[in-house]
C-alpha cells in the first residue's frame, strides 16, 4: 500500500538559517504528492502540491520538487522566520481510494 | 475560500457518553473526512463519505460510527466513549475523488476522563 516517510524532528532552527525536511514514498501508480502546514492550535492548511513528475511546488518562499526516480518530495526554504514554527506533514493521494497517507509529521522549531 | 467549521474545539466528556462531533463544509464538497491526529503516530483516517448518505471505514474506525444525510454536513460519533480516544478529531473536505487537496477544519480536543 501507499506510505510516506518524513524525517522526524524536532528540528530547530536560528532565523534565517536554511531548512530541509526530507519526505519519500512509496505508491503504485503517479501519486500527487502535498506539503500541509499545521500551526499551533490550528487545524492543516495545504503549503503546496505537486501532481506529476518534475512539478515544483511553490508558496511562502517553500519549495518541494516531485522527484520519480528517488520517490521524494523534500521541503525547502532558503531562510526561515520565527512565524514559520508549526509541524509539517507530506502527504500523497495515490488517486485509487480516496484518501490521503500522511507522514508522521516533522515539529520545527525556529528560535530569533 | 473553502471553510471547513467544526461544532466544538474543546469538548470533555466521561467513559460511557455518547458524544457527536460535527463537521460542516460551505463549498459543496463530495468528500468529506475524520481523522485522529496523535503525537507520534501522525494522523490516521477513522471514516470518509465520498457522497451523501455513502460511508467508507478508514484506518482505525472501530468504536467509531458516522452519519451524514446533507452534503455539506459530517457527523462522527462515539457510542461508548473511552480514554483512550482522547485525542485531537481533524474533519476535511475534498471537491471530489482526484480532485486535488483536502481543506482541513481546525479541529476539536476531545478528552474522555
Known amino acids: 500500500g501507499d506510505s510516506v516517510t518524513q524525517m522526524e524532528g524536532p528540528v530547530t532552527l536560528s532565523e534565517e538559517a536554511f531548512l530541509t525536511i526530507n519526505c519519500t514514498y512509496t505508491a503504485t501508480g503517479y501519486p500527487s504528492l502535498f506539503w500541509y502546514v499545521q500551526y499551533p492550535g490550528e487545524g492543516l492548511q495545504l503549503l503546496l502540491k505537486a501532481t506529476k513528475a518534475d512539478d515544483k511546488g511553490s508558496n511562502k518562499g517553500f519549495e518541494a520538487t516531485y522527484r520519480k526516480e528517488t520517490t521524494s518530495f523534500h521541503l525547502e526554504k532558503g531562510s526561515v522566520q520565527v512565524s514559520d514554527s508549526a509541524v509539517y506533514f507530506c502527504a500523497l493521494d495515490g488517486g485509487s481510494n480516496y484518501k490521503l497517507t500522511f507522514g508522521k509529521g516533522t515539529l520545527l522549531t525556529v528560535n530569533p | 475560500d473553502v471553510k471547513v467549521t467544526q461544532s466544538s474545539r474543546y469538548l470533555v466528556k466521561r467513559t460511557g457518553e455518547k458524544v457527536f462531533l460535527e463537521c460542516v463544509q460551505d463549498?459543496?464538497?463530495?468528500?468529506m473526512f475524520w481523522y485522529r491526529q496523535d503525537p507520534g503516530l501522525g494522523l490516521r483516517l477513522i471514516y470518509f463519505s465520498y457522497d451523501v448518505k455513502m460511508k467508507e471505514k478508514g484506518d482505525i474506525p472501530e468504536g467509531y460510527s458516522v452519519s451524514r444525510e446533507k452534503k455539506e454536513r459530517f457527523s462522527l460519533i462515539l457510542e461508548s466513549a473511552s480514554t483512550s480516544q482522547t485525542s485531537m478529531y481533524l474533519c476535511a473536505s475534498r471537491l471530489a475523488d482526484g480532485e486535488g487537496e483536502q481543506f482541513f477544519g481546525p479541529g476539536t480536543r476531545l478528552t474522555v476522563l
Open positions: 463549498m459543496d464538497h463530495e468528500n
